[in-house]
């Protein structure tokens, strides 16, 4: 009798530890399609003579859809709302400075839709930490100068930049970071300086 109960002792144990196995097994498996929304802090400037040095801090909405070709690599498209902000220098001297009242605000406020198209590779056997990088198309549909002396805009409505980063890719939480580099001059006033913009990411969401 004792003989049988341990048998079944044993057998109820590998049982166990198998589909413990299964389970953890299933915990890396990725489906071909995912999709999810994102949030974060975006934290940007704008690079040029008329501006002032130093980052700003501001926020990013988004969502994105994962296609995961192989157990390597794959594709994820998103649109994020992004809002950037920037400061003209206060120097008196800048080429610009006539652009602007005599008020001493000269801050720069630009709502971004932003379309990144980024290629995923998997670091590790895990697939749960991915190297992101790829293209950017951004369009601002909205640009608000502080003591603009016209109604006109200043900046280029389309900017191009190169995206890379790292996602961490949790069961159901999703992480990351991104470095996004302007390609685009962003000066919409002449060629005498040349405009682009800089951002680095910080975000956290949901996948599905």
Known sequence: MKRLISILLIFVSMNSFS????????????NFFRFGAKGGININKINGQAYKDGFNYN????????????????????????????????????????????????????????????LNVNLGPSKRVKLQVGPQYGNILK???????????IFKTADLAAVGGLWIQLPFVNIGARYE????????????????????????????
């Open 59 to 118: 926020y990013l909405l988004g969502g994105f859809m994962q296609f995961n070709f192989s157990k390597t690599f794959g594709i994820q498209p998103e649109i994020n709302f992004v809002q950037s902000s920037s400061e003209f220098t206060n120097s008196s001297s800048t080429i610009y400075d006539d652009l602007f009242l005599n008020g001493s605000q000269k801050k720069a406020k630009l709502d971004y839709l932003k379309v990144p198209v980024l």
């Open 19 to 30: 589909q413990s196995r299964k389970f953890d097994s299933n915990a890396d498996h990725e």
């Open 143 to 153: 640009q608000t100068i502080d003591s603009l002396k016209t109604n006109g805009n």
């Open 181 to 208: 580099v302007g390609l685009s001059n962003l000066n919409d006033i002449d060629n005498q300086q040349k405009w682009k913009s800089q951002a680095f990411t910080i975000f956290a969401g949901f996948t599905f």
